[in-house]
C-alpha cells in the first residue's frame, strides 16, 4: 500500500512539474493607453512579465513579435 501510495504521488510531482515551461523573453508590442493618448512600445520580456510592468495602465493590448532582440529595439525607434 505505501509503494502504491508513494508511486502516485511521484506521478502527480512529475507531471506537475512536467507542465511548467519557462517562458522565453521575445518581443513583445504593447499598446496602452494613458489619458486620451495610446503609446505603442516594444519590449524585449516575457508575457508575464508585460502583463505585469504595464496592468497599471489603460486598454492594454499585448502582441508577441517575431522580431530579434535588437530588432525589437530598433522598432522602438521607428515609433518615436
Given at each position: 500500500?505505501?509503494?502504491?501510495?508513494?508511486?502516485?504521488?511521484?506521478?502527480?510531482?512529475?507531471?506537475?512539474?512536467?507542465?511548467?515551461?519557462?517562458?522565453?523573453?521575445?518581443?513583445?508590442?504593447?499598446?496602452?493607453k494613458?489619458?486620451?493618448?495610446?503609446?505603442?512600445?516594444?519590449?524585449?520580456?516575457?508575457?508575464?512579465?508585460?502583463?505585469?510592468?504595464?496592468?497599471?495602465?489603460?486598454?492594454?493590448r499585448?502582441?508577441?513579435?517575431?522580431?530579434a532582440?535588437?530588432?525589437?529595439?530598433?522598432?522602438?525607434?521607428?515609433?518615436?
Amino acid at each position: 500500500m505505501k509503494k502504491r501510495l508513494f508511486l502516485g504521488a511521484m506521478l502527480v510531482a512529475g507531471a506537475t512539474l512536467a507542465s511548467c515551461s519557462k517562458e522565453k523573453p521575445a518581443c513583445q508590442k504593447v499598446m496602452y493607453k494613458i489619458g486620451e493618448t495610446e503609446i505603442t512600445t516594444y519590449q524585449w520580456m516575457t508575457r508575464t512579465e508585460a502583463e505585469a510592468v504595464f496592468s497599471k495602465y489603460n486598454e492594454v493590448r499585448i502582441f508577441e513579435e517575431k522580431a530579434a532582440d535588437v530588432e525589437c529595439l530598433l522598432k522602438n525607434e521607428d515609433n518615436k
